[in-house]
């Protein structure tokens, strides 16, 4: 069991900014104090997470507060920790795991794979309630794993002053590929150095373009990839198309360091990022005049990610009653709606979807990504295919790769994990 655990948790890794919905630079650990010694009858739970923004660490310890204060015979030690990706595997390949730990979508067929978790979903009050699509992402063999305590999609923000200098009408939820290229190219202005649109070579943004037109990187039960396809070259023409033809260009070309700086800074009309975004440029760019609207529709029509985390419970925990109870508090319609009222996170509970919306008007493109919006998830050992392809975007957007060289050798890789 530990030589599983060993092997198949080696190969997880640090996900990208987009795989969070509120990746930050990580903040000291909250809650790592050492704790009094038990009390007798009282069950002390460890819940470890990575930590996240200032805001979301102090809202998560004060609903973790809230829980202890109300329930003295269950009490809850949140860990925001550095390296969580390593201490989690150490961890759970050491026989000594939280309690409660968050658990990347991208990362769950892994731990799955290894007999590392227990199955809680059914255990859940109003597991309905979970969007379709949040579900699905924390489900593998249709069995619903652990409960998604928020997510965030891609959507397409666009700069409302560069579209009036150039007398571009807005992006509306009705824009498809064709509009989105044309509107690039009216806004790509080389002599102000502006570019209609910020896109990095990066998997975890094309691959929404690639279900947009229909396309797949593999079957449903990741047994036969099939990225190398009509629909995939379609999508990767688009995309680096973009690019290639000077009305799109990457982060580090616009001085940059991701596409939500280049699009702050204003040298690029439109990108499409998460719901993160809204937090970053209210801090770093709070006059720049913009507004969201969901991702244009593909020949296959609308689609988008859905990058979320939940809340895990180890295989053989020695309190996995109670941690379910505590699961249940934070992922609740109460728990979860002290959580995403900050705004940082939207709730995946479609209950609360009308009185988070009364709040946060502005960002319903991002939650209407909801019910359309596709996983991020693969089977054990597909980073060899994410690192294939994100290597051929980045020598595709230079041309010295055709689109369809990359989808050969991304199928070449996918073939060799697949069999």
């Given amino acids: 069991m530990k030589a599983k ?3 198949l948790l080696a190969a997880l890794m640090v996900v990208a900014l987009v795989v969070s919905a509120c990746a930050a630079p990580v903040a000291a650990p909250a809650g790592g104090e050492e704790a009094a010694a038990p009390a007798e009858g009282v069950t002390n ?3 470890m997470g990575w930590a996240s923004s200032d805001a979301e660490n102090t809202r998560l310890q004060a609903i973790v507060d809230e829980w202890n204060t109300n329930n003295p015979d269950i009490q809850v030690q949140l860990n925001l920790v550095p390296d969580y990706d390593t201490k989690l595997q150490t961890s759970l390949a050491g026989g000594s795991p939280p309690d409660i730990f968050y658990i990347d979508s991208f990362r ?8 590392a978790l227990t199955p809680i979903g059914d255990q859940l009050t109003e597991a309905d309630d979970f969007y379709a699509s949040m579900r699905n992402a924390f489900t593998v063999d249709d069995v619903f794993y652990c409960p998604p305590k928020d997510f965030s999609t891609l959507a397409l923000e666009y700069n409302k002053d560069l579209f009036d200098a150039a007398g571009v009408a807005y992006p509306t939820a009705d824009w498809t590929w064709d509009d989105l290229r044309a509107a690039a190219e009216q806004l790509t202005d080389p002599d102000a150095g502006v570019v209609g649109f910020a896109i990095n070579p990066d998997f975890a943004r094309w691959i929404a373009v690639l279900y947009q037109a229909g396309g797949s990187v593999t079957n449903d039960d990741f047994t036969e990839m ?9 999508a990767m023409e688009f995309f680096v198309g973009l690019v290639t033809d000077g009305f799109a260009a990457q982060a580090s070309d616009l001085d940059s360091g991701w596409p939500g700086e280049a699009f702050g800074k204003a040298k690029a009309a439109m990108t499409m990022e998460g719901n993160w975004i809204i937090s970053y440029l209210k801090d770093q760019f709070p006059e720049l005049n913009y507004g969201v609207v969901e991702l244009p529709a593909g020949p296959a029509g609308k689609a988008t990610m859905a990058f979320t985390v939940c809340y895990g419970v180890p295989a053989g925990g020695a309190n996995t009653e109670a941690a379910i109870k505590v699961i249940d508090f934070l992922t609740g319609p109460d728990g979860m709606k002290m959580w995403s009222d900050l705004g940082l996170a939207m709730p995946t509970r479609a209950s609360l979807r009308a009185g988070w919306l009364e709040q946060y008007p502005d960002l319903e493109p991002f939650l209407n990504g909801a019910e359309y919006a596709h996983k991020w ?4 050992g597909f980073q060899d295919v994410l690192d294939t392809i994100n290597a051929g975007l980045q020598e595709a957007f230079v041309g010295n790769k055709t689109p369809q060289q ?3 050798e991304t199928q070449q890789v996918g073939e060799q994990i697949v069999q």
């Fill in 5 to 7: 655990l060993y092997s």
């Fill in 45 to 47: 739970l460890k819940l």
């Fill in 108 to 115: 769950l067929p892994d731990l799955v794979a290894a007999n």
């Fill in 226 to 234: 099939t990225i190398n396809s009509p629909e995939a070259l379609a």
């Fill in 377 to 380: 998830q693969f089977r054990p």
């Fill in 406 to 408: 990359v989808l050969e």
